[in-house]
Structures are given as C-alpha cells and as structure tokens.
C-alpha cells in the first residue's frame, strides 16, 4: 500500500503544480509534451533497459505504440471534456473509470474478490461519489452537448484502459523495462509532432523546463504505480481501486488546505468512508 499511496501523492502533487502553472500563464499542452522526454531519460537511468539489443520480434510493438499514443490523447481529451462538460462532471467520469478497471481485474486477469475486498472497494467507490458530487451544485442544470459526452466517454474509457494496458505492460518480464521506455519516447515523440504541426512551435523555454520538471514526478507516479501491479501481481484490483480512491482522498485534502475549499458534510462523509476503504484494502493484503 506504501507505493500505491506514494504513486497517489505524486498524481495528486502533479494536478496542483499543473493548476497553478496554469493560472501563472504557462502552457500545459507544452508542458505535457515535454515531461516524456525527462520521463524517458528517468525511465533509462532507473530501469536501465537494454534498447541495444532490442528484439524485433519479441517487442510488443502495438503496446508501445497503442500507450503512446493513449498517454497524450488522454490529456487532450481531458481539457476537452472540462470545457464541454465541466470540471465536476469531468472529475467523475475520471475517476468512476476504476469501475471498468475492476471489471478487468475479475474478467481478464481472473482475480478472485473475498468479502472483505469486495467492502473495501465498495466503500471506496461510495467515498468517491460522495465527495465529487458533494461539489456538484455549481454545475446543477447544465446540460450536455454531444461533445461533452462524446469527451466524457473517452476520459471514462482512456483512463481504464492506460490502467489495464500498464498492468499488462508489469507481465512482460524482462520486455517490461524495455517497453516502459519505448512509451515514453514514443508519447514524447507524438506529442511534439503534434503540437508542432498545429502551433508551429515545439515550446517556450519556460514551459519546456516545467515540462521537464513534471515529467520527473510523472514518471515516478508511473514508475511506482506500475511496481505496485508487479508486486502485488495476482490483485490488480486492490491496486487499480486503491490508486483511484486515494488520489481523491489526498486530492480533496489538498483542495482544504492549500485553496482554502470549504468542507462539506457530503465531502467529510466521503473522507471518512474513504479512510476505512484503504484501511480494508490494506488489510486484504496482510492476511
């Protein structure tokens, strides 16, 4: 549970520096494309993949190509549905994707789900809707477009699916360092031709090196979220729903106390229920 919540603290720590990066003035899809390429150079020095001897036959390609295409898709179709759909309804579609990652953990990797982890998820997955609905009043009676659904409906998908395609990358053995690297690259290498093709630039220096710096605890939130998957290889659920219901435990926390949010009683309730899921959680892992 420790690199599962060390991956949650570094998730939660990137969407605040990515929130105020963005009210000082700075371009986050520059910032996005540029923290693969200190992500790739971590991914190098951590995991010291063999690229020399890379095998053209043994490599999954479509993995590496499929994830890094996903990485930065993901995030433009995130920034879509926040101004289609909102921030709350973009919240909930992001998070409640840990609904289909389960459904992966019991149906692909045949996961078997005991009382005590089926409470825990539950409860966590009831803590979620608690707190993000507990902030959904501004947004009562807005209505949705077909951009807002159809946005929704791929961050709700996309996220799940990043989930269940790291977790298979953890099976690859010695490919796995290997494939982790080449993602890399190949998302930093997609999302620079994008942004060159459609804004004729590759950057500013400013968002070039706070790309670079977001890119460190970007990787070590993939870094440890995948080694959680390989330690606690036969239970993705508990990694994929304990991931999810921590990032908006710690999120919510940071919301209270850095940007002064008011708390709720919906959102204490959440908190509460949250904290005795991870407790649930952690405890399926110790018996």
């Not at 179709?77 to 101004?83: F, R, T, V």
């Not at 005590?116 to 959904?136: D, E, R």
């Not at 690259?185 to 706070?210: D, E, H, R």
């Amino acid at each position: 549970m420790e690199l599962i919540l060390a991956a949650a603290c570094c998730s939660v720590v990137i969407s605040i520096l990515l929130k105020l990066c963005k009210a000082k003035g700075f371009d986050v899809l520059q910032m996005i494309v540029w923290n693969y390429a200190s992500a790739s150079v971590l991914c190098f020095l951590w995991f010291k993949p063999d690229l020399q001897h890379i095998s053209v036959i043994d490599t999954p390609w479509w993995l590496i190509v499929v994830l890094g295409m996903l990485l930065p898709s993901i995030f433009l179709c995130l920034a879509k549905s926040l101004q289609y759909a909102g921030i709350i309804k973009t919240e909930i579609a992001q998070r409640l994707s840990v609904v289909l990652s389960l459904l992966a953990a019991f149906f692909i990797f045949q996961e078997q789900f005991n009382g005590l982890k089926i409470i825990g998820i539950g409860l966590g997955i009831s803590a979620v809707l608690s707190i993000l609905f507990s902030h959904q009043t501004a947004a009562q009676g807005q209505p949705f477009s077909k951009q807002g659904l159809l946005y929704l409906a791929l961050v709700w998908c996309g996220y799940a699916l990043i989930d269940v395609l790291l977790k298979y990358t953890t099976g690859l053995g010695v490919q796995f360092a290997v494939a982790l690297n080449l993602m890399f690259i190949c998302a930093f290498i997609l999302s620079l031709a994008y942004i060159a093709m459609t804004t004729k630039t590759a950057g500013s220096s400013q968002n070039i090196l706070a790309g670079l710096g977001l890119g460190i605890l970007n990787f070590a939130n993939i870094a440890l979220y995948v080694k959680a998957h390989m330690l606690l290889k036969d239970t993705p659920a508990i990694v994929f729903a304990g991931m999810n219901i921590l990032v908006v435990i710690l999120g919510t926390f940071s919301g209270l106390m850095l940007f002064k949010e008011k708390l709720k009683p919906a959102t204490a309730f959440g908190l509460a229920l949250g904290l005795v899921s991870v407790i649930c959680l952690a405890y399926t892992m110790s018996v």
